[in-house]
């Protein structure tokens, strides 16, 4: 098995309190994963760890973290292997770069496109390819923070893109996004998914959820409370024991919501 992520006795800590405690976990880079979990589980903290931008806070011996196999991993190394969107990423571009901009950005790791960066016409043509796949280009020249929540947020996906990532990391991507955006964005996930683009979706809104997702793993208080594949995991019942309230899982030609009852 071609492993993206291996953890192994994995914890992180913010002062005294365990924000990821004692974490064991093997990714395949073959596996659609939705991570579910309430606000505050450690979801977060889990993407900034796969992300590289922080290691466990022990490193004893018997501590593994691995990211396709590697302890210590670049930016630029990274890219064409993980992609990742955050909303902390969409922050980032607050000033006034152009959607196609930010696209380009992607080559770079960079926040839009400086004057010692030398854009050659295949990345160009890229931009331009990914942008029509994600069907936003009447909005290329627009700029980012113009924009509606759900198109900046495909924007910054196509960034992502552009590298050919084996795994794409989408962290809450539906945060702040109205009805029509959320389905939008649905569409664009499976999309993505049919690319062969592997996808880990971090998440706490079952509406999220794409049925090309196979795995399931759920994270409560910092440590995962279940793992398992659809059909034993992505249930009511596991649902209401991980959020503490009773809920019904609903299904209506793929897409997902949940019911209180």
Known sequence: MNKFIELKKVSVLRG??????????????????????????????????????????????????????????????????????????????????????????????????????????????????????????????????TMSSGEARRFLIARALVNNPKVLVLDEPSNSLDIASSLKLHNTMKKISALGTKIILVTHLVSDIIPEMNRFIFFKNGKIFADGQRGEIFTGDELSSLFGIKVRLDENNGLYGIVAV
């Open 16 to 145: 005294d309190k365990k924000i990821l405690d004692n974490i064991n976990l093997d990714i395949s880079s073959n596996e659609n994963v939705a991570i579910i979990g309430p606000n505050g589980s450690g979801k977060s903290t889990f993407i900034k760890l796969i992300s590289g931008r922080i290691y466990p806070s022990y490193t004893g011996d018997d501590t593994v973290c691995r990211l396709f196999g590697r302890t210590k991993w670049n930016i630029h190394d990274m890219r064409s292997t993980l992609g990742i969107v955050t909303n902390e990423l969409q922050y980032d571009f607050h000033n006034e770069i152009t959607g196609f901009e930010a696209v380009l950005s992607g080559f770079f790791s960079s926040i839009g496109i400086s004057s010692n960066h030398i854009v050659v016409k295949e990345m160009v043509e890229k931009a331009e390819d990914m942008i029509n796949f994600l069907e936003i280009f009447s909005l290329k020249d627009k700029k980012l923070e």
